[in-house]
């Protein structure tokens, strides 16, 4: 069924003429409304001329403004400009067309009869409605209608729409099932109110009573259906403007569920590591368990571990996965900033408290404010920085250099060392009452010689993440290459490696990563290591799999840790009947 609506503001009849000559034109397919912005009478004049060709309008129910409103047209018709001006957004975003008719009162001189004022436009009513119908304008916009709704409904991603004060006037048949919400539910609703929460997280231009949607906004959320269910969605907002004076009438949603597809991501994550740690030795899969029950601890965190061990990349993680992810995450290397700006760098400064100071400056902790901040080599901080950093941590207020308004933060302190703080701390060189309050709870990285099987996975990582950007097509690498890799000491620990695959990388002209490709430093070691003799690794033989193999019930993965090699180096020993190292 085809709903055309006319709309008109005041007494002078126009909407229920259009209406009672479109119902005489319309067939079966086509339902006929009339609407006004005011319920008055309609003018004795108006009645005169319908009546004389014997089409009455004093019995046309019309309907009120705001209950139209509610209701779904296919076209929308205002006849004058006051009834443009106020005509709604309909639900269902219907065709809408102006015509702009005057109010034959205001037309008719002082003391003339105002008949033939009502003639005219009865008579220009007529003619655009016959021409609607006989001009084939009504099925034109049936057909487009019909292929507009049959395109979104059958869209993957939910589209929803509404006007500047967000009640909602659009909502697809992928929107329903998205949200868990049916459309006579949500049409006319305020879009902050009929939902569990906003798709905007109530931050969107719409938010005040002055809308302001300048730009296309991308961004993803959570969202709970109605039946509870939480969501991950991508959603896209643009603003509906009108054309005319580019005033923002509303809002148009784009939103797709990608739930099933981030659960995947992480599952294939996981399979490789942790939230960017790549990893699958025993000493890892403690080291996940200890970030996941500490992501929303709001204590202290030291992160202790040779360098290179990827001590950042687990304060990351630990910020990720904190109810502070969106949040800002501040990391600071104490190490590499001079002691006489440090201070200044963390704190910040009031204009004047030095030379150089020109300005005010915020330093890292207001920053990391209700984020976390990440404070790397904190070993290299000296102990009247020190002080100031137990004020933080005790009483979450610091003073800028040179200032003396105290400043209040919620930060969370995540700190890293590749040092024995407590070593340092038992020699005088680190505040013990800081200590202390640092260690509250301690993650140990192991170095990348003690979980050598890691290593195959790390090699794979690295060669997929630096392919790309290098514009290479290796895609593996040669067994005696791995063999190599993996018998080398990694003193520089997982960077170390990083930058040797990134090496490596530049030096291959083909798909293979070989023994020739990779840094000098890498294979003389293991060469001098072969050459000595005792410091080679021990040789790996049939037997001592198999008897890994037999404790681990035939697992592969679970025997390889347990002698401390890959599972590549465990295949290659099957295959062979000699030992091999």
């Known amino acids: 069924m085809f709903r055309l609506l006319f709309i008109c503001s005041g007494s002078s009849g126009r909407s229920q003429m259009a209406a009672r000559y479109a119902r005489l034109l319309a067939d079966e397919t086509v339902e006929v409304f009339c609407a006004g912005t005011k319920e008055l009478d309609i003018s004795k004049y108006a009645n005169l001329v319908m009546n004389d060709v014997n089409l009455p309008i004093e019995n046309e129910r019309t309907l009120p403004i705001s209950e139209a409103a509610k209701m779904p047209f296919d076209t929308v018709v205002t006849l004058c400009d006051s009834a443009y001006e106020k005509c709604p957004l309909f639900p269902g975003s219907p065709a809408r067309i102006d015509w702009g008719l005057t109010d034959p009162m205001k037309l008719v001189p002082d003391g003339k009869d105002p008949t033939e004022y009502f003639v005219r436009l009865r008579d220009e009513i007529r ?176 992160v202790q571990g040779e360098s290179g061990t990827g001590k950042e990349v687990v304060a990351n993680a630990l910020h990720d996965l904190s109810n502070r992810a969106d949040q800002p995450f501040v ?44 404070l790397d080599e904190i070993s290299e901080v000296s102990q009247a920085t020190q002080v100031k950093l137990l004020r933080v941590l005790q009483e979450k207020s610091f003073v800028p250099v040179g200032g003396e308004k105290e400043v209040k933060v919620n930060v969370r302190v995540i700190c890293a060392t590749n040092d024995d703080l407590k070593k340092l701390t038992q020699e005088g060189k680190f505040r013990e009452d800081l200590y202390y309050r640092l260690v509250v709870v301690p993650i140990l990285l192991p170095p990348l010689r003690d979980r050598k099987s890691d290593i195959p996975l790390l090699v794979d990582h690295f060669l997929e993440q630096y392919s790309s950007e290098t514009g290479k097509m290796v895609t593996s690498v040669n067994s005696d290459a791995l063999e190599i890799l993996e018998a080398y000491s990694w003193p520089g620990n997982v960077r170390e490696l990083s930058n040797a695959i990134q090496y490596s990388l530049i030096k291959c002209q083909g798909y293979t990563l070989q023994p020739n490709h990779l840094p000098p430093e890498v294979i003389n070691e293991v060469k001098s290591s072969m050459r000595r ?25 679970k025997a390889a840790t347990l002698l401390g090699v890959s599972r590549p180096t465990l295949y290659r020993v099957l295959k062979k009947s000699d030992p091999v190292t």
């Open 331 to 374: 990391p600071v290397n104490c190490g590499a900033l001079p002691e006489g700006t440090l201070e200044s760098e963390l704190f910040g400064h009031v204009k004047g408290a030095f030379t150089s100071a020109h300005r005010d400056k915020k330093g890292r902790f207001e920053l990391a404010h209700n984020g976390t901040i990440f």
């Open 127 to 302: 003619d655009r409605v016959r021409a609607l119908f006989e001009h084939g304008y009504i099925h034109a916009i049936m057909r487009q209608r019909f292929t507009f709704n049959s395109l979104l409904n059958n869209m993957a991603d939910g589209v929803m729409a509404h006007d500047s004060k967000r009640k909602i006037f659009y909502f697809n048949e992928a929107a329903r099932k998205i949200t868990g919400f049916s459309y006579s539910e949500v049409i006319g609703k305020d879009c902050h109110k009929i939902f569990p929460q906003p798709f905007c997280g109530v931050s969107c231009g719409f938010c005040t009573d002055k809308p302001d949607v300048s730009t296309k906004l991308h961004y993803s959320t959570t969202f709970h259906r109605k039946d509870g269910k939480t969501l991950d969605l991508e959603v896209s907002m643009i603003a509906i403007e009108d054309n005319s004076d580019a005033t923002q009438q509303g809002g148009l949603i784009i939103f797709r569920d990608l739930t099933e597809m981030n659960k995947l991501k992480r599952k294939i994550e996981q399979g490789r590591g942790y939230h960017g740690i790549i990893g699958r030795h025993d000493s890892m899969q403690k080291i996940f368990n200890s970030i996941q029950e500490l992501a929303d601890v709001n204590v202290p965190i030291l």
């Open 533 to 557: 003799g005792p410091g080679r690794p021990p040789k790996l033989s049939r037997q001592k799999v198999e008897e890994a193999l037999s404790r681990t019930g035939g697992n592969l993965a």
